[in-house]
């Protein structure tokens, strides 16, 4: 009986968590090394710096509440691409009241 109701805890915690989702592919022909994802920016306008696109990034199913989350996600997989910065260019809430949002991941030039 207690290992049953380790189970459906287990399911009902797995279900009540967004399955957050982030996409990246890929559109620059050449391969950088990968930065930090500390170092990452999040940015909603494009940068004052030279830069090349890496890849174009989207990301849905995340709670309002989860941005800070939803951003060290874009971060993490932006990183191993080179990336330097997130662009963000459109986000919203969906029908069903999770965030989502598109852009692209850049590197800046030197």
């Known amino acids: 009986m207690q290992l049953a109701k380790v189970i459906v805890l287990g399911l009902v ?8 989702v982030v996409d990246v592919t890929k559109t620059s022909k050449g391969v950088y090394k990968a930065t930090n994802p500390n170092n990452v920016e999040i940015l909603m306008t494009k940068p004052d710096k ?23 996600a874009l971060r993490s997989k932006s ?4 990336a330097d910065a ?14 989502w949002s598109t852009g692209v991941a850049v590197r800046y030039t030197r």
């Not at 915690?13 to 957050?20: D, E, K, R, Y």
């Not at 997130?86 to 965030?99: A, C, E, F, P």
């Open 13 to 20: 915690t797995l279900l009540a968590t967004s399955c957050a």
């Open 79 to 82: 990183a191993p691409l080179g």
């Open 86 to 99: 997130v662009i963000l260019i459109n986000s919203g809430i969906d029908y069903n009241g999770y965030l």
């Open 50 to 72: 030279p830069y090349v696109e890496l890849a174009t990034v989207s990301t849905r199913q995340w709670n309002p509440s989860s941005t800070a989350k939803m951003h060290n």
